[in-house]
């Protein structure tokens, strides 16, 4: 990675995109800094510190902590993600969709990222008023409850995650990788400093002899290497993963097209063993948590009685919550792999241009057998989903001060993928320079 990157200064005008890059990360990090006016932020970041196991502590951490310090990127570039998963969903569920993503061409994906950018304000409005309701009903927050304090909040949020979105458009365009991926590695990454600074506070708490409590936090400094050696097993981990895939041989038959032959020549069928990415994690986990963000926003309930027993039951830290997270996990990973890849149209494809798999006829008996190959790869990938999205949870369970380290199984996955997809870039970018070279 460090000599792609090296290679990649070398060449002027990559080196121009890579500042272009960084140019606009900067620019985004110090919008997560500028706090929107009428927010106490302390009390914020003291309220939303309890809500860490909510969905709110999910975006959060998205937001590379700029949602309880309440700035203009607070909503981070959550609002995008989600418009478009809800467009690629409607895209198979919606025909007009399905044939304008089909057949529309260039001018049909220009249409679709349109719909896309209006669905993305739509669903910041909703996010920013939510978040407004949510800092209005809890005593302290707002200095200022007026309407003209709500409507400039409101608008800042909008406003904010509006531009965020124009700002990974732009990176996408004229700088390395995918914009948005990198904002968002760039706000978890962000988090690190803090990480280690309470690593470090941990250590010394236990060097002045403190006790341990639920917001204390003691780590003996034998456990630093567990951690660390822990968190680069599970990079590789993901690394080895990421490049997996299962290939199922294509065999062409030879075909004669005026005087010439054509055909006859062996190719594969690639299968991604985590084809959905990161995305059933977040669905899972946006799922998961909404008992315990209820619970959270209901008044406390009296100790022993059956509403605080329930609330143990689902909390985040509960081992029900683990067993429903790993088979939300399990169900959305063939779920969305279903959407990607359709063995009946595959088959078909295959059938048009004269390609076979050896030892299966063409058309149902060729679909089959790549559903069946698709339903086993899909396992495989879902259950390292699973695995890699719970491991941190239990390790926390095990280890306080982990967990508070908020090293998700999401945020892991995102940092890992979103750097081998900007090297991967790097090196196609350098790659077709040589081409060029060649060429010339």
Do not use: C
């Not at 196991?53 to 995008?80: D, E, H, K, R, W």
């Not at 690629?88 to 220009?110: C, M, S, Y």
């Not at 991926?181 to 250590?203: C, D, E, H, N, Q």
């Not at 977040?282 to 909404?290: R, V, Y």
């Amino acid at each position: 990675m460090i000599q792609t990157i090296r290679k990649a200064w070398g060449i002027p005008e990559l080196r121009k995109k890579i500042l272009f890059t960084l140019l606009i990360l900067v620019i985004y990090r110090i919008g997560a800094a500028i706090a929107v006016p009428y927010v106490n932020t302390e009390v914020l970041r003291t309220y939303l510190n309890g809500m860490s196991t909510t969905i709110l502590g999910l975006y959060n951490v998205m937001s590379g902590g700029a949602f309880q310090q309440a700035t203009v990127f607070a909503l981070g570039i959550q609002p995008y993600i989600n418009a478009s998963i809800i467009i690629q969903l409607l895209t198979v569920a919606i025909p007009a969709l399905e044939r304008l993503a089909r057949d529309g061409g260039e001018e049909g994906k220009k249409k679709i990222e349109s719909i896309t950018r209006y669905s993305t304000v739509g669903i910041a409005l909703l996010q920013a008023v939510g978040y407004y309701f949510i800092m209005k009903n809890q005593t302290g927050i707002l200095t200022d409850t007026g309407i003209w304090a709500a409507l400039v909040i409101i608008v800042s949020f909008i406003a904010g995650s509006s531009f965020l979105m124009w700002l990974g458009e732009q990176v996408t365009e004229f700088g390395v990788g995918n914009g948005i991926s990198l904002i968002l590695f760039a706000g978890i990454i962000s988090r690190v400093p803090a990480m280690i600074s309470t690593l470090i506070g941990s250590v010394q708490n236990w060097a002045n002899g403190v006790t341990a409590s639920d917001t204390v936090r003691v780590l003996h400094p034998a456990f630093i290497p567990v951690i660390v050696i822990g968190i680069l097993l599970l990079v590789v981990l993901i690394v080895f993963v990421n490049d997996a895939e299962r290939r199922i041989p294509v065999q062409y038959a030879k075909r004669q097209v005026g005087r010439r032959m054509y055909g006859g020549q062996s190719s594969s069928l690639p299968m991604k063993v985590n084809m959905s990415g990161v995305l059933p994690v977040i669905f899972a986990q946006s799922i998961a948590t909404i008992p315990a963000t209820i619970g959270a926003f209901l008044p406390a309930p009296p100790e022993g009685s059956f509403r605080a027993a329930l609330l143990d039951a689902i909390d985040t830290k509960s081992v029900l919550y683990l067993i429903v997270y790993f088979l939300l996990i399990i169900a959305f990973s063939y779920f969305y792999a279903t959407i990607q890849f359709n063995p009946v149209e595959i088959s078909n494809n295959l059938k048009r241009n004269g390609g076979f798999i050896p030892g299966f006829r063409p058309g149902k008996p060729t679909s089959d057998f790549i559903a069946k190959v698709l339903n086993k790869v899909t396992l495989f990938g879902a259950i390292y989903l699973g695995i890699v999205a719970i491991l941190p949870l239990i390790a926390g369970k095990l280890l306080p001060t982990v967990e508070a380290l908020a090293i998700g199984g999401t945020s892991v996955i995102i940092v890992v993928g979103v750097a081998l997809e900007t090297v991967q870039a790097l090196e196609n970018q350098m790659l077709m320079r040589q081409y060029k070279g060649f060429l010339g």
